[in-house]
């Protein structure tokens, strides 16, 4: 179910209500039984599918935890690794593929009925087998022990509020969570309420607005020229961010309701001066997963210049072809490894080897953000044609500025009302974040006197009601990778 449906706004009620009634031992089964209900709602095949890497996990990381050497370690490892890639790599590329014969059938004019099987991507699918596949390693390099409690491990696989999205959870943080006995907390519920709250702004009221917008100039490029790429592509960087970030906010919000606190998985990524910051600060969980799971193994920085530039490099194609087999992420993912093999150049490095910016200059924050914008064409665009179209024509007719600004105004066709909700909800957006990189702002509000506060929150639900597209229930950007 969605996070921004009413089905699952009843489900959330029922189990927190549930949750708090329940004596605290059997608590996790509750939990458990309930993440299944959420995710078998969308399928029931795709319980089968998380029940199977359960168990096949929890059965190898025991493996792992007592084989006798280190080749019967490899064994496991492999053992629990290889089958979840192998499926990840069928529902990835198995579309894609029958699209391709189907398409040379065709080309061939042969004597074959076209193929109809059809390969979805079960929702979440990548999410928890990263989880999975993190646990393994972590067990494999002793990082953590092998849990025995089936019941347990499988409630850290399956908890519902991470389970589609993230943040991804590593088992030395979230494991003892699931295990401890949590009472009601009044603070710990309110803020994560208030932290769900302000997700649903990003995403109803920012993320699904500028989508409208963005969705009719992407997919159809070839009618468009000049600032309308620019603007748009600017709306949907701040879409992306809002709608992800969004998700994680009401993931950990929800998560609090139960007293278990995840990881922040967005730290205001759009004032990063670099692009290493920026993947500092954007989807942390994912970012961190494939920095110790493929790049630090691939060799990091350790090894001499080249290598470490290579291993930059080969981690973000990996994290391009994770998001899709398309070529216009693979170029998304390249771009972004170029650019930090360029920053070991421009910055100096540590003793470790990293390279940091030691002093910060204005100027590098929009020089950074232009950059990141650059890159989104490629992830936004339909095909690669579509990508290089909207690149040849940003600046078309730009010796003209009139008619430059004229001809976006008239392509958007957007009334004085939709503009002024978009740029307010924009400025919402910036001054929040801009108070948070040096404060908890939900904690800032919280410590206001009652009126205040109460101002504050009827704003904040009020436009979240009368700007976001009431009765539909869109799917979040990330549910498709």
């Known amino acids: 179910m969605l996070f921004n449906s009413m089905t699952f706004a009843v489900f959330l009620l029922a189990a927190f209500i549930l949750y708090h009634i329940v004596p605290g031992k059997y608590r996790w089964i509750f939990l458990l039984a309930a993440s299944y209900v959420f995710y078998m709602n969308l399928h029931v095949a795709y319980g089968l599918l998380l029940l199977f890497?359960?168990?096949?996990?929890?059965?190898?990381a025991l493996g792992l935890e007592g084989a006798a050497d280190k080749p019967a370690k490899r064994r496991c490892l492999l053992g629990g690794i290889l089958p979840l890639v192998g499926i990840l790599l069928v529902f990835k590329l198995g579309a894609p593929v029958i699209d391709r014969l189907n398409a040379l059938i065709d080309a061939g004019r042969l004597s074959m009925q076209p193929l109809t099987v059809k390969i979805l991507l079960p929702a979440g699918?990548?999410?928890?087998?990263?989880?999975?596949?993190?646990?393994?390693?972590?067990?494999?390099?002793?990082?953590?022990?092998?849990e025995r409690h089936f019941g347990y491990y499988a409630l850290f696989v399956s908890f519902f509020p991470q389970l589609l999205a993230g943040p991804i959870g590593r088992a030395d943080s979230l494991l003892p969570q699931l295990k401890a006995e949590r009472r009601?907390?009044?603070?710990?519920?309110?803020?994560?309420l208030k932290l769900m709250a302000w997700g649903y702004f990003k995403k109803l009221v920012i993320a699904d607005v500028f989508a409208t917008v963005v969705n009719k100039v992407y997919d159809n490029p070839y009618s468009y020229v000049g600032l309308v790429f620019i603007i748009t592509t600017v709306m949907f960087a701040i879409e992306i961010y809002c709608d992800f970030s969004g998700y994680s906010d009401i993931a950990i919000g929800c998560a609090r309701l139960f007293g278990i606190e995840l990881m922040t998985n967005f730290k205001n990524p759009y004032f990063s001066f670099s692009i290493r910051e920026f993947w500092s600060r954007w989807h942390i969980s994912l970012s961190t997963w494939f920095r110790d799971y493929v790049y630090i193994p691939l060799g990091g920085s350790r090894a001499g210049r080249f290598r470490h530039c290579l291993n930059l490099l080969l981690t973000f194609l990996v994290s391009g072809f994770w998001h899709g087999s398309s070529l216009t992420y693979i170029i998304w993912g390249g771009i972004h490894g170029i650019l930090q093999i360029v920053e070991t150049f421009l910055y100096p490095k540590t003793k470790k080897g990293v390279a940091v910016i030691r002093k910060k200059h204005w100027w590098q924050l929009p020089i950074t953000f232009a950059l990141l914008c650059f890159t989104w064409i490629f992830f936004r665009a339909n095909t690669i044609q579509d990508a290089f179209w909207i690149i040849s024509r940003l600046f078309w007719d730009i010796g003209r500025p009139f008619n430059y600004l004229k001809t976006a105004v008239i392509c958007l066709d957007m009334s004085y009302w939709a503009m002024f909700g978009m740029a307010l909800s924009a400025?919402?957006?910036?001054v929040w974040d801009l108070l948070s990189l040096k404060q908890d702002v939900i904690e800032l509000i919280s410590r206001q006197n009652c009126l205040v506060r109460w101002t504050l929150y009827v704003l904040l639900l009020t436009a979240t009601a009368l700007f976001s597209y009431k009765g539909i229930a869109t799917e979040f950007i990330y549910f498709q990778f």
């Open 184 to 192: 009601f907390d009044y603070k710990n519920v309110t803020y994560g």
């Open 125 to 146: 699918v990548s999410f928890y087998f990263f989880q999975s596949m993190g646990y393994l390693i972590d067990v494999y390099r002793g990082k953590c022990k092998a």
């Open 427 to 430: 400025v919402v957006l910036f």
């Open 53 to 60: 890497t359960t168990v096949l996990t929890y059965v190898l």
